[in-house]
């Protein structure tokens, strides 16, 4: 079959309603790696799912434990063709965020997928069900229509990345060899852009953590002791205030980081606006710096008292957990230690620094000039006609590191998905035009790398 009929079949898989209907069957999947989850639901969609459509496609699978206790299953699919032809990694996460299906839109339920016009909505559809399934649809499109891709490929999903990749790194280092590969081609994330591809080649680190301030048991009446006795959540607003200014301008020497190269600026510059608020963020830089370039702290819970029926009395402590996220140039062991000092010179040695629960994420950007980056570049803009906005690294976080650091693989990530999808919130979802544009870009991508296999090959 004739590549111009194979990217149509591609395209008519979305239009059609196919793409659809399979991402219905994966929404279903309560996979939740958060508090809401089960273990057998994780481990079901690799069993159920995931396992038998590799296998229809000529993979070689395996479910391996997670090697953390507690830690949930990785699925390895392996397709050899060749000892001469490049192997492309392919990475998604079949784990979801918690349903919380009660702040959904009145009509949605998180894992019922509902279509609206260009609209698929459910918890996973954006992050990260639909973006797998279309890479993983684009190879069996290729094996179907040719008997062949034309590489080797190997797909490894896992099922915890929503808790930090809990285990992955562990696992890379246990399966290195299994792993080996000449690049990584993933999606994940959002498009820069919902009408143009994007390509990103690294991430923005994230670490959580929590600052305490644990005064006394109970609380104590406002009236008697007011004036008398210290307010921890005062003591906590100003803490947060020494950290960062009023417009969220991080104020740690350590946490400003050293990689805003001209390079890196020259690179941004030309990036369309992005949605931002113009009197927040460094102030010096530009939005896509700001995001793309730079560290930037927020407060994803503060807690003290009972805000739903609020007594007159002082909390005896207060509690707010916080994230850093992090471009290179920051040092990631440093970034807490960094941050006792700095509330010790600031006279609150009583706000008590607890590291976040999950893992932290390391940043990572790799080269846009390696010619894995070039190759992949040029078919995307071939076949969507389009130039790609290319980012040094993703705004959010991704267990990249694992892919750079310890199989030291060139990653190339192609998302599918818009920055306003909803992913960790109410009301996800993904967008279909996306999704057929995903689908030829794809369907194009791996038959250009069949295409120049010998030249792709590692080493010539
Ligand atoms: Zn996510």
Redesign the pocket.
């Known amino acids: 079959m004739q590549r111009d009929a194979i990217i149509s079949r591609a395209s008519d898989y979305a239009k059609e309603g196919g793409l659809a209907a399979d991402l219905s069957r994966l929404v279903a999947y309560r996979s939740i790696s958060q508090s809401e989850g089960k273990p057998e639901d994780l481990m079901a969609y690799l069993t159920d799912e995931m396992q038998p459509r590799l296998a229809d496609m000529g993979f070689q699978t395996e479910i391996s434990d997670n090697p953390r206790a507690g830690g949930a299953p990785l699925l390895l699919a392996t397709r050899h063709e060749g000892d001469d032809l490049p192997t492309v990694l392919i990475y998604g996460h079949g784990d979801v965020?918690n349903g919380e299906a009660h702040r959904w839109r009145e009509g949605l339920d998180p894992f019922l997928l509902k279509q609206e016009g260009d609209r698929l909505y459910g918890r996973g559809t954006a992050?990260?069900k639909i973006q797998h399934l279309i890479n993983i649809k684009a190879l069996d499109l290729l094996i179907k229509t040719t008997g062949r891709l034309g590489f080797n490929a190997k797909i490894i999903l896992e099922m915890a990345?929503?808790t930090g990749s809990f285990g992955l790194r562990e696992f890379f280092e246990a399966k290195r060899n299994a792993l080996q590969a000449d690049v990584l081609i993933a999606s994940d994330g959002p498009r820069l852009a919902a009408d143009t591809p994007t390509m990103f080649m690294g991430s923005r680190g994230g670490m959580s953590f929590d600052l305490v301030v644990n005064l006394r048991e109970g609380d104590h009446h406002s009236g008697n002791f007011g004036g008398l006795l210290a307010d921890p959540v005062i003591i906590l607003s100003h803490a947060i205030a020494t950290i960062v200014d009023r417009r969220g301008q991080i104020q740690i020497p350590e946490w400003r980081p050293t990689s805003l190269t001209p390079e890196i600026r020259a690179a941004l510059k030309d990036l369309p606006p992005r949605r931002h608020d113009a009197d927040w963020g460094e102030a010096d830089l530009s939005p896509s710096e700001r995001v793309f370039g730079w560290n930037s702290m927020a407060v994803l819970a503060i807690s003290a008292g009972n805000i739903a029926a609020p007594q007159n009395a002082i909390s005896g402590s207060a509690r707010a957990t916080c994230q850093l996220r992090f471009v290179v140039g920051t040092d990631m062991d440093d970034i807490l230690p960094a941050l006792r000092r700095h509330l010790d010179a600031h006279g609150f040695s009583m706000v008590e620094v607890r590291p976040g629960r999950g893992e932290a994420f390391k940043a990572t950007r790799f080269s846009p000039d390696h010619p894995w980056v070039k190759f992949v570049e040029q078919s995307v803009a071939a076949s969507s006609g389009k130039a790609p906005h290319v980012l040094p690294n993703l705004a959010g976080s991704l267990p990249n590191d694992a892919f750079t650091d310890i199989l030291g693989l060139p990653t190339v990530w192609i998302p599918h998905s818009h920055a306003e999808c909803g992913?960790?919130g109410p009301n996800e979802h993904a967008l279909l035009s996306i999704a057929e544009e995903g689908m030829r870009i794809m369907t194009a991508l791996f038959l250009d790398i069949a295409d120049k296999a010998t030249n792709l090959k590692r080493g010539s």
Request: proline share 0%.
């Open positions: 965020c992050d990260n990345e929503e992913q960790h």
